[in-house]
């Protein structure tokens, strides 16, 4: 089973900010086939998405995030990366890594929606006031 392994959390004031990780190094079949995604989730909600992407193609940003947060992939290090500027009291919440395979030569964006098949462990981001 694939294994993502999640890191960077922690507490900062708001306004400061926050670089998750997340080792994709078990997505074996090529980065670009596969859809990747940060998901969060604060106490008594539902678990959304923030952010996803297909390695080299279009990124979606949930509009609570639009122009603080940066969705990337570095092929070279395996490595998913959520670069958080601007943090708010209203981002605290449980971050997780997702991906999902989606076919070879596989095209388009990928969604927010929480379909995806692997996952990491979570890490938990505070944003105090």
């Known amino acids: 089973q694939v294994q993502l392994v999640e890191s960077g959390g922690g507490s900062v004031q708001a306004g400061g900010s926050l670089r998750l990780s997340c080792v994709t190094s078990?997505?074996?079949?090529?980065?670009?086939?596969?859809?990747m995604a940060w998901f969060r989730q604060a106490p008594g909600k539902k678990r959304e998405g923030v952010a996803a992407?297909?390695?080299?193609?279009?990124?979606n940003y949930a509009n609570s995030v639009k122009g603080r947060f940066t969705i990337s992939h570095d092929n070279a290090k395996n490595t998913l990366s959520l670069q958080m500027n601007s943090l708010e009291p209203e981002d605290t919440a449980t971050y997780y890594c997702?991906?999902?395979?989606?076919?070879?030569?596989?095209?388009?964006?990928?969604?927010?929606?929480?379909?995806?098949?692997?996952w990491g462990q979570g890490t938990q981001v505070t944003v105090s006031s």
């Open positions: 997702a991906a999902k395979f989606t076919g070879f030569y596989s095209a388009g964006a990928c969604p927010l929606s929480p379909d995806y098949t692997y």
């Open positions: 078990e997505l074996t079949n090529g980065p670009s086939n596969y859809c």
């Open positions: 992407l297909r390695p080299r193609d279009v990124t």
